[in-house]
Each structure stands twice: as structure tokens, then as C-alpha cells.
């Protein structure tokens, strides 16, 4: 069975620091690019970074120099470090294993996504 647990969210104030852990099972997690996505009330669902197994990472623009995304493959555990967070990240944070969002929404039929954990940054 394939599962994919998200935790570590809450509520911050701008400026402040949370960092996201994603734990995996009943896949091949080494075989997989972890992505993490979020989506806002009213927003699409927007691809924040991922990492592929030989730890090459993207970001988006919106979290370059901010987030850092990083995975323990022994722990089947993927993390997202968030600093200076801003009231634009708040969301709903989703890890998924060769996941894409469809019609603008996240936990689609594409790869394995996470329930979602929520960031809420006050400012």
C-alpha cells in the first residue's frame, strides 16, 4: 500500500522557519523525483521544488534562496527546509512521488501525493 505522510506544518510569523517532512512507503522511493507542490485558496497548484535521485533539485523562483529541499532515501524521507517565509506561502504544502497536478488542482491521479499538511504565515 502506498503511502505518503506529511508533517512539521503550522503557523508562523513572516520571517520565521518550518521545515516539512514527507515519509514514505509501499513504493520505490529511490526510483522516484519527490516533489513538493502547494496550493492557496483560490490558486492553482504550484510546483515548489522537487529532488531526483541523484539529488539534483529545482526550486521555484517565488522560493530560491529560502527553501531547501532534501531526502533521506534509508528513511524514505523527504524534507523541505522553508526560512524567511512570507504571507504568500501559506497553503497547503503536498508531497508526491512523480506527481502532477491536473486542471490546476493537486492530489491528482498523477504519481502518489501526501493528505497535505497547512502553512499559515501571518505577517
Known amino acids: 500500500q502506498v503511502k505518503l505522510v506529511e508533517s512539521g506544518g503550522g503557523s508562523v510569523q513572516a520571517g520565521g522557519s518550518l521545515r516539512l517532512s514527507c515519509t514514505a512507503s509501499?513504493?520505490?522511493?529511490?526510483?522516484?523525483?519527490m516533489h513538493w507542490y502547494r496550493q492557496a485558496p483560490g490558486n492553482d497548484c504550484e510546483l515548489v521544488s522537487y529532488i531526483k535521485n541523484d539529488h539534483s533539485t529545482y526550486y521555484a523562483d517565488s522560493v530560491k534562496g529560502r527553501f531547501t529541499i532534501s531526502q533521506d532515501t534509508g528513511k524514505m524521507t523527504v524534507y523541505l527546509q522553508m526560512n524567511n517565509l512570507q504571507p504568500e506561502d501559506t497553503g497547503v504544502y503536498y508531497c508526491?512521488?512523480?506527481?502532477?497536478?491536473?486542471?490546476?488542482?493537486?492530489?491528482?491521479?498523477?504519481?502518489?501525493w501526501g493528505q497535505g499538511t497547512q502553512v499559515t504565515v501571518s505577517s
Open positions: 508526491a512521488a512523480d506527481g502532477f497536478p491536473s486542471g490546476g488542482v493537486c492530489r491528482s491521479v498523477y504519481g502518489y
Open positions: 509501499g513504493f520505490a522511493f529511490s526510483d522516484s523525483v
